[in-house]
């Protein structure tokens, strides 16, 4: 992969990663002002980003932008039309006859050159334990982008969205 590959995969990623911040962030909004909005000290910006919308300065969202921001099923709904798939496998060794479960998880965001997606591994009860995102470009591996604590916890809340049974 050339550098401006390399640069472009990764700005892919880390545009995705701060989408999905930002989508759970009014997630986790939404449920904390109970909708709300009179109480709510959430910027212009805030709003207009966890509505995955553009902002300029000066902009001012309106009563009903603020209103969908703290509907929490809308928020819900976001992060799960966000995906363009939500797919599980199994692997490792099974018994003959043994039904497989599955034990990992990928939800890809972006597909192509570059792509994005974010995989971990599923506890005995279907549920993500673990979130990594992931990069790549035309012939190149999947490349772990580095992340903080925070970022990882919504990349975990992220895909504990999605239904990922069997």
Known sequence: MTEQEKDHARANAEAALENIV????????????????DECDLTDKEICDGLARYYSPGQEVNDEDREEYHDEEKAREQIQEDALEVSVRASGWRSPGETPEADEYRILITTGGPACQVKGDLDAHMQPEDADIQYQDWGTPWTNLPTTQEEDDALLEYARQFYLGM
């Open 22 to 37: 930002a989508m759970v962030k009014r997630l986790h909004h939404a449920a904390e002002c109970d909708g709300d909005t």
